[in-house]
C-alpha cells in the first residue's frame, strides 16, 4: 500500500514483470464490472507522450476513464502529474510489446516514439512497438470486442509523388532506409488493424497524424517546431536543414484532439484510414522566420544538408474528415506558435 500524489494506492505486478499497475482504492475502482456509475473506461497507449497526454485531458473533461498505459521511454510524467488526484485517472506503466491484460471499453493507441531522434536510437525497438504492440492491443479489443483507434502517422506516404495526399494514395517509401523502422512499422500496424477488422469485424478507426505541435512537445525530440522554439528561445542558431523550401503542414494539439475524439465516436461503418491534419502548408523557412519574429529572438539562421528520405512536401487532403465529420482545425498556425511559445519559455525558465 502506498500513495500517489494523496492518493491510497496499492502496486500490482500484473502478471509480468513488464507491469506495474497502480490502483486507486476508495474513490477509483478497478474492473469493468466495479464501473459502478457507467463511466467509459478509456485505454490510452503511449497516454503520458504529447499527443496521448492531451488526449487523457479530453477524455476525462468528457467524463470517461482514462487509463494511462506508458512505458515512459519517451513520455514523461511531467505531463500527466496534474491529473494524478483525478480519481479517474490511473497509470499502468508496461509495454505493450508485451500482452496486457485489463478490462475497459475503447482504446487509443499511440504508443510508439515518433521523432526521428527518439525512433531512430533503438530502430528494431521502434517497429517492435508498432508491430507487437498492435498485435498485443488488437488481441485485447478483440477479447474484450471493443472498438479500437490506431495512430497511424502521414510518413506512411514517404516522400509523397502525389501532393496534397488523399488517403487513397499509396506512398514512396523507401523500405531499407533509416526511417524506415516508423515508416514501414506503421505501415504493417495499419495492414494489421485492417486485416482484424475484415477477419474478426473488428471495430477500428486508423488516423493518419500529421505534424502536430503545441505545449508538451519534448524539448529535444528534433521535431522542427520545438527545435526551432528552443533554438530561438536561448538565442542560439536556428538550424534548417537543406534550404528551407520543403513544405509542411502544422496541426494544433486541440485540433488533432478534437478529431481523433469524433473520429473515435463515428458510426462503426467508417474505419478509415483519415487523414489528421491541417491544410495550411508553409516552407521551413516561413515557419523559421515567424517563430523569429514572435520570440523577438536575436537567432540567425543556419543551413545544414538535408537528412536522407527527408519528404520534400507534406500536406493532408483533409475531404474525408469534412465530409464525414464536420471537422476541419481552427487554430491558425501563428496562435498555436504562441501557446507553444509560452510553454517552451516557461519550461526553459523552470
Given amino acids: 500500500m502506498g500513495k500517489v500524489h494523496g492518493l491510497n494506492t496499492e502496486g500490482l505486478w500484473n502478471g509480468s514483470r513488464h507491469t506495474l499497475q497502480y490502483k486507486i ?28 497526454s492531451h488526449l487523457c485531458d479530453r477524455l476525462l473533461t468528457d467524463g470517461k476513464e482514462a487509463i494511462c498505459v506508458d512505458n515512459f521511454y519517451t513520455g514523461n510524467k511531467e505531463n500527466i502529474i496534474h491529473l494524478m488526484d483525478n480519481p479517474y485517472f490511473e497509470i499502468i506503466r ?44 488488437l488481441g485485447l479489443a478483440k477479447r474484450l470486442r471493443i472498438k479500437i483507434f490506431q495512430a497511424s502517422t502521414s510518413e506512411v506516404y514517404g516522400d509523397p509523388e502525389v501532393h496534397p495526399q488523399p488517403e487513397s494514395y499509396w506512398g514512396n517509401v523507401n523500405p531499407i532506409g533509416k526511417r524506415s523502422c516508423y515508416d514501414e512499422g506503421k505501415r504493417c500496424a495499419e495492414t494489421l488493424f485492417f486485416d482484424y477488422h475484415r477477419q474478426h469485424g473488428l471495430k477500428i478507426k486508423v488516423a493518419r497524424i500529421f505534424n502536430t505541435y503545441g505545449p508538451r512537445m519534448h524539448p529535444n525530440d528534433g521535431r522542427v517546431v520545438s527545435n526551432f522554439i528552443v533554438q530561438a528561445l536561448l538565442n542560439r542558431p536556428i538550424t534548417i536543414y537543406g534550404d528551407g523550401s520543403q513544405t509542411r503542414s502544422f496541426c494544433y494539439i486541440d485540433d ?51 537528412p536522407s528520405d527527408d519528404p520534400r512536401r507534406r500536406k493532408p487532403d483533409i475531404t474525408l474528415a469534412k465530409d464525414h465529420l464536420g471537422w476541419e482545425p481552427v487554430t491558425p498556425l501563428e496562435d498555436g506558435l504562441r501557446k507553444t511559445i509560452d510553454y517552451f519559455d516557461d519550461y526553459l525558465r523552470q
Avoid: W
Avoid at 482504492?25 to 496521448?52: D, P, W
Avoid at 484532439?257 to 491541417?278: E, T
Fill in 94 to 137: 508496461h509495454d505493450i510489446t508485451f500482452p496486457l491484460y485489463v478490462e475497459v471499453d475503447q482504446i487509443y493507441n499511440l504508443a510508439c516514439p515518433a521523432s526521428p531522434v527518439h525512433y531512430q536510437y533503438d530502430p528494431v525497438q521502434t517497429t517492435k512497438t508498432s508491430v507487437h504492440g498492435a498485435i498485443n492491443m
Fill in 256 to 306: 488533432l484532439v478534437d478529431l481523433m475524439v469524433r473520429f473515435m465516436d463515428s458510426d462503426d461503418s467508417f474505419p478509415g484510414p483519415l487523414n489528421a491534419g491541417n491544410p495550411a502548408e508553409f516552407t521551413i523557412l516561413e515557419l523559421a522566420e515567424m517563430v523569429l519574429e514572435l520570440t523577438g529572438s536575436r537567432s540567425e539562421i543556419i543551413f545544414k544538408p538535408l
Fill in 25 to 52: 482504492i476508495g474513490n477509483g475502482l478497478m474492473g469493468k464490472n466495479c464501473n459502478i456509475k457507467g463511466r467509459q473506461r478509456v485505454l490510452i497507449s503511449g497516454g503520458a507522450g504529447f499527443i496521448g
